[in-house]
């Protein structure tokens, strides 16, 4: 919604006018037309400038999860396009043919990769946001975790919390082991992982919880 519901209505802007104004008829219905120009006239003669182009950004909202492809109309496709994204590509070990889900996280990357500041805290956001499958009790499945190999080189890790079938890796799992979700600071270096939570914990006695523990070469470790 362009507009807030109190920014919709005629009466709004006629009490925003002078009292002199707001007290002459001709006035108000000069008034009322270009209102209804703006905002329609609640038939179906004016729809309104404002009205039509909410209903264009509904059309363009492809992460809605009420969005579906008409397969007779490719609009997703035509949007891709504009990001230089197609369903069709072979990236690494993997040949792309993707379904609407897929294909429309992928456009969403782009658009993330080229407005992104770099900054560690954007780029954890993505993968929250395009593996924010939940399961039956409303947990999340996946983690996400970025370590820092050394100053120039990041782990990115999808850490399941089910058992995770390295054998046939969903579209979106082969598109993250591809790099293709990634999402780069100038002079990084980036590789993708895929694994379940367990192999990333292991037993804090000094707890009594299991925890994230990663090795470091020059440390011994480090609790996470």
């Known amino acids: 919604m362009i507009l807030p519901e109190e920014l919709r209505t005629f009466e709004y802007y006629k009490r925003k006018l002078p009292l002199y104004l707001q007290n002459s008829t001709s006035f108000q219905e000069h008034f009322k037309i270009w209102y209804d120009i703006m905002m329609g006239d609640g038939s179906q003669n004016i ?3 404002i009205p039509s182009l909410e209903e264009m950004l509904a059309l363009f909202d492809i992460f809605s999860i009420d969005y579906q492809s008409d397969t007779s109309y ?7 396009s504009l990001f230089g994204v197609t369903r069709k590509f072979t990236s690494g070990n993997y040949k792309f043919d993707l379904h609407d889900d897929a294909f429309s996280k992928l456009i969403k990357a782009r658009i993330v990769r080229n407005a992104c500041e770099g900054t560690r805290q954007q780029i954890q956001a993505l993968y929250e946001e395009l593996f924010n499958d939940v399961n039956t009790q409303g947990d999340r ?4 975790i970025l370590i820092r190999d050394d100053i120039a080189n990041i782990k990115i890790y999808l850490a399941s919390l ?4 390295d054998k046939n890796p969903t579209e979106l799992q082969q598109l993250f082991l591809a790099g293709e979700l990634r999402v780069e600071s100038m002079g990084i270096g980036y590789s993708e992982q895929i694994t379940t939570i367990n192999n990333l914990l292991i037993w804090d006695e000094a707890t009594d919880k299991k925890k994230m523990w990663y090795t470091v070469e020059a440390e011994g470790g480090i609790w996470l």
Not at 74 to 80: H, P
Not at 141 to 144: D, E, N, P, R, T
């Open 47 to 49: 729809n309104g400038i």
């Open 141 to 144: 499945i996946y983690q996400v």
């Open 74 to 80: 490719d609009m997703l496709d035509k949007i891709g």
């Open 162 to 165: 089910v058992d995770y079938d």
